[in-house]
């Protein structure tokens, strides 16, 4: 079973840094993407940032220019740097990723459980 195991959230004051960390694990043929989305209450699930394999990456334009997106292949895992950290970002973040299980599935998407990110005085 593939797991997506998200860590680093929490509670930091305005203009704050933050880490996410997300791990995947199980039996995993290869991860085409993998990236970050959040959900603030009473709103809908937004993309963040996606990294794809190959390098390319894609960013909010909420986000841009204060998160990174990085991912480490050989230890399948992927990060989100979050600098200048506002209220507005307060949300659940949300591990997400692209992948094959073997040579012969399909791709699938999957999920991690989500992280508390809470900017707040």
């Known amino acids: 079973q593939v797991q997506l195991v998200e860590s680093g959230g929490g509670l930091v004051q305005p203009g704050g840094s933050l880490r996410l960390s997300c791990a995947a694990s199980?039996?995993?043929?290869?991860?085409?993407?993998m990236g970050w989305y959040r959900q603030a209450p009473g709103k809908e699930r937004e993309l963040v940032a996606v990294?794809?394999?190959?390098?390319?990456?894609n960013y909010a334009d909420s986000v841009k220019g204060r998160f990174t997106i990085s991912r480490d292949n050989t230890k399948k895992m992927v990060y989100l740097q979050m600098n200048s950290l506002k209220p507005e970002d307060t949300a659940v973040y949300y591990c997400n990723a692209d992948l094959q299980v073997g040579i012969t599935t399909p791709p699938r998407n999957y999920w991690g459980q989500g992280t508390q990110v809470t900017v707040s005085s």
């Open positions: 199980g039996s995993i043929f290869v991860i085409y993407s």
């Open positions: 990294g794809i394999s190959g390098g390319s990456t």
